[in-house]
């Protein structure tokens, strides 16, 4: 009989702060408010950040780096009512624009509790693509940008891993064709280097079809091989998200890919890991 897991922690909760939020409704004080109501025991704030002083590292569109944010992070979350029995952490969500150009440095990652590593936001037009776009040659890229995420030294998670967002007709075939041993061979870059391996509930709510959702087991069971542990992010932008739906969810498809709560980071694994 498959043992049930329980997930009480969300790493992954963008504010008003991001710019693909823009929700005033996404503020500290209502996220805390349905946190505790959804019966999360700890929260992580991710908003999308661009720090490094390297400005071939920026999108086009930015016309400034946006780390202040942070700061002003930091005073909401000092100002909120927060429920006794809730832990709130403050991280960022950075970025990997080119092979080996990140959107943070690790001095300035080091004042995080935590970094989530998205390598995949390839729905961005600041993603060059690969010339020929196929399942098997998008997969391969992904995995590619995996490992170099894995390796920068800046990554505590891994976000939302392995989904071509902007291209999921992708997905299934070229997951599911794919090498199992070459990808547990790249997520296990992330698990020698005690980085975590988030499952976002995009792992539902983008991957609807039968086959999607195998391709979505496959994943989560190679990373399991691979000696990856793991976290749940629901990547809210909006209040609705942050939903105890959402995260019975994520808990069934991780039952369903063999993984036992002991699979599952805590809070003490994922703070004190130094970047």
Not at 90 to 106: D, P, R
Not at 158 to 174: I, R, S, V
């Amino acid at each position: 009989m498959t043992k049930k897991i329980t997930i009480k922690e969300d790493w992954h909760i963008h504010t008003h702060f991001s710019g693909c939020s823009n929700d005033p409704e996404q503020n500290v004080q209502n996220i805390c408010h349905i946190a505790g109501k959804s019966n999360l025991s700890a929260i992580g704030f991710a908003d999308h950040l661009w720090q490094n002083p390297d400005k071939s590292t920026w999108p086009e569109y930015l016309a400034k780096n946006n780390h202040e944010i942070i700061a002003e992070l930091r005073e909401e979350i000092a100002n909120a009512n927060i429920p006794s029995d809730l832990q709130v952490f403050l991280g960022a969500e950075a970025e990997m624009t080119g092979f080996n150009q990140f959107s943070i440095t690790k001095d300035f990652a080091e004042t995080l509790d935590f970094v989530l590593m998205p390598h995949n936001h390839i729905h961005q037009n600041y993603i060059k693509k690969p010339a020929i776009c196929t399942a098997e040659n998008l997969i391969n890229f992904l995995l590619d940008r995996f490992s170099i995420c894995a390796k920068s030294g800046l990554a505590t998670i891994m976000a939302h891993p392995m989904l071509p967002y902007g291209f999921m007709e992708f997905f299934a075939p070229g997951i599911l064709n794919c090498s199992e041993q070459k990808m547990i061979d790249i997520y296990g870059l992330a698990a020698e280097r005690n980085i975590f391996f988030e499952l976002n509930s995009d792992y539902f709510s983008q991957a609807k079809s039968p086959e999607q959702h195998e391709a979505i087991l496959k994943i989560i069971n190679c990373a399991k091989c691979s000696g990856c542990r793991f976290t749940y992010g629901s990547d809210a932008h909006y209040p609705q998200a942050i939903s105890a739906v959402y995260i019975n969810e994520i808990a069934k498809t991780a039952e369903e890919a063999g993984l036992l709560q002991e699979d599952f980071a805590n809070i003490g694994d994922i703070i004190k890991r130094k970047i």
